[in-house]
Every structure is written in structure tokens, then in C-alpha cells.
């Protein structure tokens, strides 16, 4: 794996643990590098809300091919395990079928195959013979890390989803000596009239692409970390080439480079079919394993009669 890649993917969990000194933090979002002269965008958040919407609905469909590396793990428990770089596929159908499939390096075998249409997820592990099914939700996270990848977390990564309620917006400027940033900070109301902290997206002032977007549970806590560079224009609709996902309490990473790109060229449905392998044990996320069958009681033998 170059070096490049494996330093942007393990800074991924250092973020959740800022007591390692040993991670040094490296961000994707852009410096100013000290360029006074290099002029700012002064813009109001309902622009920048317009620009999230009109990214978003740009793209009804895609085709892509990436290169993904997956980073398992967990920085606050000194547990992490850095996986090659895969050559994936991904497809996407609005509004919310996507279809992510990862082939090892060199031998293009299979390493994991999910999809999911935006309330269930289907993911095949071949090398463990292992067929899972269940809701996108994680009601319990499974001990290895690979099981807890959710088709569904990547694509609200993907596609950065337009914001609901433009009077639950607050927008925040960010710009010191260094760093030049909008964030819109996005709430929501929960059933007992507090305000939550929902989402917040950041955008370039150079160019006010989106450079972040953090997603929060209830708790205030960080559901995922999404950063974004190097955006491109793909039959006329914007898609940043490189994507760095964090899911620290999911405790994977996944960093992907876009190789090729095709939208709005239209996706087959039979892309979206996952069917468990035969031979593959089948296990259903939220359901107990089935109880194994009782041992027969142990009766000696009967005594020969002299």
C-alpha cells in the first residue's frame, strides 16, 4: 500500500483518541497556507444550503469503480488493523439502493459484497463463508469489525443529503490564520422540545465545496466523519475523488479514491441483488443464534451376564 494512503487512513481513529501522542492528526480539509492575498467567498447559509441540494439532486444514479481501503478498529483501545487497498464497485440507484463490492488486490477474488436498500442491508463474507442480513440500524455491534460495515453508512457519506428545515440552520464562520471555513450547523427537535445537534457541513471558502460533514447521535457523539477533496465534475455533476470515512463507534474507516466515475447513465436493477451463496451460514443481525440442539443422554452400555 503506498505510504500516502496508509498515513490518510490512520489518522482516521486518532481523531477519537486526541490522548495518543503517537497519532499525528492529518486533515483533508484545505490550508490556506498562508496566502493573505488569496481571496475568501463571503456568501449567507441559505446559499450554501442551495449548493448541498443542488449536489445532491444532480445525481439520480452512478457507476464507480474506487480503490477502498478499509481500516478496522479502534485507536482508544490500541486495536487496529489496516487492511489492503481493495479494488471496489459501487452503485448507486435513488433514492436509496447502493451496491459495494471489494475485490482482494493482485487475485480480484471477492473480499465482501453488501447492498442495501436504504431500510435493509444484505453483506456477504466469502473468506468466513458468512451470509449477514438485517436492518441498517446497529442495535449491537459484532466483535469483528468487518460486520458492522453498513452499505447505507456509506452512501449518507457518498452523497451528502440536503438539509431538512432551513429555520433549524445556524451557520458558523470559521476562519482563523490558517483555515478559512462555513459550517452549517444542522438541530433537530427531540420528543421533549431540546435541541439536538444533527449534522454539521463544512464548506471550502475558496471554492464553498463541501469539505466535511460530521453526523451525531442524540448524545452529541460522532456517528461519522466525513472529509472530501479533490472535486470533480463527472457528466456535469461535482463528486469529490477522494473520501475519508470514520465510523468511530462502529470502529471501522474506510478511505476511497474514485478511479472511474459514470452518473446518470443508468444502473440495471439486477445490481442490487444479493442472494446468500450456497454453502455460506446465514446470520441475522438483532436475532439470537438458533439454540443448539441437545446432547443425547450418555447411557453406558449394558453389563454382559456372566
Given at each position: 500500500?503506498?505510504?500516502?494512503?496508509?498515513?490518510?487512513?490512520?489518522?482516521?481513529?486518532?481523531?477519537?483518541?486526541?490522548?495518543?501522542?503517537?497519532?499525528?492528526?492529518?486533515?483533508?480539509?484545505?490550508?490556506?497556507?498562508?496566502?493573505?492575498?488569496?481571496?475568501?467567498?463571503?456568501?449567507?447559509?441559505?446559499?450554501?444550503?442551495?449548493?448541498?441540494?443542488?449536489?445532491?439532486?444532480?445525481?439520480?444514479?452512478?457507476?464507480?469503480?474506487?480503490?477502498?481501503?478499509?481500516?478496522?478498529?479502534?485507536?482508544?483501545?490500541?486495536?487496529?488493523?489496516?487492511?489492503?487497498?481493495?479494488?471496489a464497485y459501487l452503485y448507486f440507484r435513488g433514492p436509496a439502493d447502493i451496491r459495494i463490492l471489494g475485490l482482494?488486490?493482485?487475485?480480484?477474488?471477492?473480499?465482501?459484497?453488501?447492498?442495501?436498500?436504504?431500510?435493509?442491508?444484505?453483506?456477504?463474507?466469502?473468506?468466513?463463508?458468512?451470509?449477514?442480513?438485517?436492518?441498517?440500524?446497529?442495535?449491537?455491534?459484532?466483535?469483528?469489525?468487518?460486520?458492522?460495515?453498513?452499505?447505507?453508512?456509506?452512501?449518507?457519506?457518498?452523497?451528502?443529503?440536503?438539509?431538512?428545515?432551513?429555520?433549524?440552520?445556524?451557520?458558523?464562520?470559521?476562519?482563523?490564520?490558517?483555515?478559512?471555513?462555513?459550517?452549517?450547523?444542522?438541530?433537530?427537535?427531540?420528543?421533549?422540545?431540546?435541541?439536538?445537534?444533527?449534522?454539521?457541513?463544512?464548506?471550502?471558502?475558496?471554492?464553498?465545496?463541501?469539505?466535511?460533514?460530521?453526523?451525531?447521535?442524540?448524545?452529541?457523539?460522532?456517528?461519522?466523519?466525513?472529509?472530501?477533496?479533490?472535486?470533480?465534475?463527472?457528466?456535469?455533476?461535482?463528486?469529490?475523488?477522494?473520501?475519508?470515512?470514520?465510523?468511530?463507534?462502529?470502529?471501522?474507516?474506510?478511505?476511497?479514491?474514485?478511479?472511474?466515475?459514470?452518473?446518470?447513465?443508468?444502473?440495471?436493477?439486477?445490481?442490487?441483488?444479493?442472494?446468500?451463496?450456497?454453502?455460506?451460514?446465514?446470520?441475522?443481525?438483532?436475532?439470537?443464534?438458533?439454540?443448539?440442539?441437545?446432547?443425547?443422554?450418555?447411557?453406558?452400555?449394558?453389563?454382559?451376564?456372566?
Open positions: 500500500m503506498p505510504l500516502r494512503r496508509i498515513a490518510a487512513a490512520i489518522p482516521l481513529f486518532c481523531l477519537i483518541s486526541l490522548g495518543l501522542s503517537s497519532c499525528a492528526i492529518q486533515r483533508v480539509i484545505s490550508r490556506r497556507g498562508g496566502s493573505a492575498a488569496q481571496p475568501l467567498i463571503t456568501t449567507d447559509k441559505a446559499t450554501l444550503a442551495a449548493i448541498v441540494a443542488r449536489n445532491y439532486n444532480l445525481v439520480r444514479d452512478f457507476s464507480a469503480t474506487a480503490d477502498m481501503t478499509p481500516v478496522m478498529g479502534s485507536a482508544e483501545k490500541n486495536k487496529i488493523t489496516e487492511y489492503k487497498d481493495f479494488r482482494y488486490p493482485a487475485i480480484r477474488g471477492t473480499a465482501f459484497d453488501m447492498v442495501s436498500n436504504g431500510m435493509d442491508f444484505k453483506l456477504h463474507i466469502p473468506y468466513k463463508s458468512l451470509f449477514v442480513v438485517g436492518k441498517n440500524d446497529i442495535a449491537e455491534r459484532a466483535e469483528n469489525k468487518l460486520e458492522n460495515l453498513r452499505p447505507q453508512h456509506l452512501l449518507d457519506a457518498l452523497l451528502v443529503r440536503p438539509l431538512s428545515n432551513p429555520d433549524r440552520i445556524l451557520m458558523e464562520n470559521f476562519t482563523d490564520e490558517e483555515d478559512a471555513f462555513y459550517i452549517l450547523n444542522e438541530v433537530q427537535e427531540d420528543g421533549g422540545g431540546q435541541l439536538l445537534l444533527k449534522r454539521a457541513i463544512w464548506f471550502n471558502r475558496l471554492n464553498l465545496s463541501v469539505a466535511r460533514q460530521l453526523i451525531f447521535d442524540s448524545a452529541g457523539d460522532i456517528l461519522s466523519d466525513a472529509r472530501y477533496d479533490q472535486w470533480r465534475y463527472f457528466d456535469n455533476a461535482p463528486f469529490a475523488k477522494h473520501i475519508e470515512i470514520n465510523r468511530p463507534q462502529d470502529e471501522y474507516g474506510v478511505v476511497i479514491d474514485v478511479v472511474k466515475m459514470d452518473i446518470n447513465k443508468g444502473v440495471a436493477a439486477e445490481k442490487f441483488v444479493l442472494n446468500q451463496p450456497e454453502g455460506t451460514t446465514l446470520r441475522v443481525v438483532g436475532q439470537a443464534p438458533a439454540p443448539a440442539p441437545p446432547r443425547p443422554a450418555f447411557a453406558p452400555p449394558p453389563r454382559k451376564k456372566k
